[in-house]
């Protein structure tokens, strides 16, 4: 029995050494260029070849990035990388050329890259950007990604054209979603979800402007042409829109008020009247909080938020409290009190974290980091144990946006946690931050970061430490730091 008790250790033992004898392997250049451009990689098989005289290695190999899945890359003896498979990289290894041409292509932050490479050709990057596209009829969250690739050089190989309403008029890179836009399909009888009306509703609150009814038809035209089943018709429509700039709300407010706008119509102006940031949209977007579909209500309770019309707040305030609206609802009321300064609206947030969907847990996570603070952590921490591995994703994205702001012991703690996480992509998320905050350049490998936290509080951190329970109601972290004052230095 102790001898099969002992045999997983001398597998990861045996596993180890031929990752280092595959090392000791290679020449002195190619295990400098290997240890450059792969850091984190476990060589899991290595096969020395010979073409035309000259010695190369051909590498098999795994790292956190790519999860369980392997791939393979050829190396000349004399340093150069001559061949990878396609595979998922850290934004530190990618050129600068190929990261400023991303950033012409489009304003909106990668979220992954991917490289690869064809003997005697430059290497082709992908980088790959992503919006959440919230409150589909029916609910959850859709991800939309459009990808560039670039070749080493940094020139434009080729790349997705990006719907200009996704992408941030400003040049910061946006880490926030954008409302949905839906094809074109037949008007359907709105649900009958959510409340009938609300008491705070006043149709003589929206800005009255004179509007000429050239303009009027003009933007009716336009509202109509961004719902059109040809996607140029979209796009060029909502080019138009774009291009008026805050022009256009006074005519978008009055297409709003139209007896003939259907609700299709309406989640398009929304869209519109979001980007514009135009406090003008504040009364009619607390109108809309009372229409029949939950899409709009969702949207208009968004938009508040990002037109940053505080005077909209005591509406919003109705809506989140209220227990017959939807949860989805709910948590954009909630997250734009928030992000008006709301402390009322970030207590939502919380409590919606505890959620029984998981979409809904994931946003609320993900809001607690963006307008939260130190004072979230707990709640997040607390969710790196999610039952759901996205949920995790955003408890680390969350605690990256916190770090951002201020990066203090209690949440780089709670991400040194996370770096242990049985989710790969937990983990990989979680260093990725931590080099990011930190300025550290550790190696895609938990423990090469848990050893730099260890040696920074003054001991290396002993296993019964991370597999212990904590007690009931409180996050690892949250044991972790009450623990501390009663450890040995050398945690053992």
């Not at 990618?94 to 003997?119: F, G, H, M, N, T």
Request: proline share 4%; net charge negative; hydrophobic share 40%.
């Amino acid at each position: 029995m102790r001898a099969l008790w002992l045999l997983p250790s001398l597998l990861l033992l045996a596993a180890a050494a031929s990752a280092e004898d595959g090392l000791e392997k290679l020449s002195e250049a190619a295990r400098a260029t290997f240890q450059k451009s792969f850091p984190g990689a476990k060589i899991q098989k290595l096969k020395e070849k010979s073409k035309d005289g000259a010695t190369r290695y051909e590498l098999k190999l795994t790292d956190e990035l790519n999860g369980d899945k392997a791939y393979k890359v050829e190396l000349a003896a004399g340093g150069k990388v001559l061949k990878e498979d396609d595979h998922a990289i850290a934004e530190p290894q990618v050129p600068p050329k190929v990261i400023a041409e991303a950033k012409s292509w489009c304003r909106l932050a990668v979220k992954q890259w991917r490289v690869q490479r064809d003997e005697g050709k430059l290497a082709l990057y992908v980088a790959t950007v992503a919006q959440r596209q919230f409150m589909r009829e029916g609910g959850g969250e859709e991800i939309v990604a459009f990808n560039a690739t670039i070749s080493e050089d940094g020139k434009l190989v080729k790349g997705d054209q990006v719907p200009q309403h996704l992408v941030p008029k400003s040049s910061k890179l946006t880490e926030e979603g954008t409302p949905d836009v839906p094809e074109k399909t037949a008007e359907a009888a709105p649900k009958a979800t959510g409340p009938k009306a609300y008491p705070f509703i006043n149709r003589e609150a929206s800005a009255d402007e004179e509007i000429d009814t050239d303009v009027l038809r003009k933007v009716t035209k336009l509202v109509k042409g961004t719902l059109d089943a040809d996607e140029k018709v979209r796009e060029k429509a909502w080019a138009e829109i774009n291009d008026m700039g805050n022009l256009a709300v006074p005519g978008l407010l009055a297409v709003f008020k139209q007896a003939s706008t259907t609700s299709q119509m309406v989640s398009q102006i929304l869209i519109a009247l979001e980007d514009s940031k135009d406090p003008r949209a504040g009364p009619a977007l607390v109108e809309i909080l009372a229409d029949k579909s939950p899409v709009n209500r969702g949207n208009a309770a968004r938009a508040i938020g990002d037109t940053g019309f505080k005077k909209g707040l005591p509406a919003l305030e109705k809506v989140y409290e209220n227990d017959q609206e939807t949860e989805g609802v709910r948590l954009f009321a909630a997250s734009s009190a928030a992000k008006l300064g709301s402390t009322k609206g970030l207590h939502v947030i919380g409590k919606l974290a505890e959620s029984k969907d998981a979409e809904i847990r994931k946003r609320a996570v993900y809001f607690l980091g963006k307008y939260g603070g130190s004072n979230d952590i707990p709640a997040v921490a607390k969710l790196l144990a999610d039952a759901d591995t996205g949920v995790r994703e955003d408890a680390v994205e969350a605690l990256r946006l916190v770090a951002k702001q201020k990066a203090d012991d209690a949440v780089l703690g709670a991400l040194i946690e996370a770096v242990g996480n049985d989710h790969y992509k937990a983990r990989s998320a979680a260093m990725s931050a931590l080099r990011e905050v930190t300025g550290q350049q550790h190696p895609n490998e938990p423990k090469a970061w848990q050893d730099w936290w260890a040696a920074k509080h003054g001991g290396k951190l002993a296993p019964e430490e991370k597999s212990a329970a904590p007690e009931e109601g409180k996050s690892k972290t949250e044991a972790k730091l009450e623990q501390d004052g009663d450890k040995d230095d050398d945690g053992e």
